[in-house]
Nanobody, 124 residues
């Protein structure tokens, strides 16, 4: 069973930094797009950063210049380095990926997967 597992969330003061990690586990053929989204209480889920394999990273407007996305395809991992954190960055952060899996004996399909989320709280 394919899973995305996030880690690295926590409580940090304004201006501080955190690094989130996400690993894809299980049996699958390939991973294409991977990214991070977040959802604050009472708000819709929004894009933080997303990147196709070998392509350019797209960032949400509110995190440009402060957050840096990276991926290690060999380790099946993505990271989100978050600097200059603000109280408005407080949210549950979710890892997302498009993963190619086997269906039945010979079928192959792309499916979208989400992690369980990791809480990031920015507060003094």
């Amino acid at each position: 069973q394919v899973q995305l597992v996030e880690s690295g969330g926590g409580l940090v003061q304004p201006g501080g930094s955190l690094r989130l990690s996400c690993v894809a586990s299980g049996s699958f053929f390939d991973i294409n797009v991977m990214g991070w989204y977040r959802q604050a209480p009472g708000k819709e889920r929004e894009l933080v950063a997303v990147s196709p394999r070998g392509g350019d990273t797209k960032y949400g407007d509110s995190v440009k210049g402060r957050f840096t996305f990276s991926r290690d395809n060999a380790k099946r991992m993505v990271y989100l380095q978050m600097n200059s954190l603000r109280p408005e960055d407080t949210a549950v952060y979710y890892c997302n990926a498009d993963i190619q899996i086997q269906i039945g004996d010979t079928g192959i399909e792309w499916h979208e997967y989400w992690g369980q989320g990791t809480q990031v709280t920015v507060s003094s």
